[in-house]
């Protein structure tokens, strides 16, 4: 289910990574990182997938190059499964749905519009 999940996520954002829910993410601490996290989160699982589409709106207000020129997927050279993971077959829905929430975001012109307003301000 989370390959499925992943391919979905990176088909959305329209950024062609392995893993979006990888654990480990690298940010430069620049003004795109504090208006990326100037606001509420729009979905509660996925808030990884929504910080790729936060920049991609920023990059797109700004006329910055888009976010597949300026991200870096490094892949894990080792991977320990651990059991008993807490998440259960009902959460894969609850992402799905957070999943089109970010999809109407992006590829709506009046839902993105209203979206990218909330990062247009300067710091």
């Keep these: 289910m989370g390959r499925v999940f992943a391919t979905f996520a990176s088909l ?14 690298i940010f430069k601490n620049n003004h795109e990182l504090k208006k990326a996290f100037s606001h509420p989160f729009l979905v509660n699982w996925i808030f990884d997938v929504e910080i790729l589409a936060r920049f991609k709106v920023i990059r797109m207000i ?16 080792e991977w320990t499964d651990i059991r008993g993971s807490k998440i259960k077959f ?4 609850k992402a799905i749905i957070e999943l089109i929430k970010i999809y109407f975001v992006l590829n709506f012109p ?6 990218a307003q909330k990062f247009i301000k300067k710091y």
């Excluded at 700004?62 to 050279?77: A, C, I, K, Q, R």
């Excluded at 009902?90 to 829905?93: C, E, L, M």
């Excluded at 009046?110 to 979206?115: A, D, G, H, L, T």
């Design 12 to 25: 959305i954002l329209e950024l062609y990574v392995y893993d979006t829910q990888c654990g480990a993410k």
């Design 62 to 77: 700004s006329g910055s190059d888009v976010l597949e020129n300026t991200t870096l997927e490094y892949p894990l050279d």
């Design 90 to 93: 009902i959460d894969f829905f």
């Design 110 to 115: 009046i839902i993105k519009k209203e979206y």
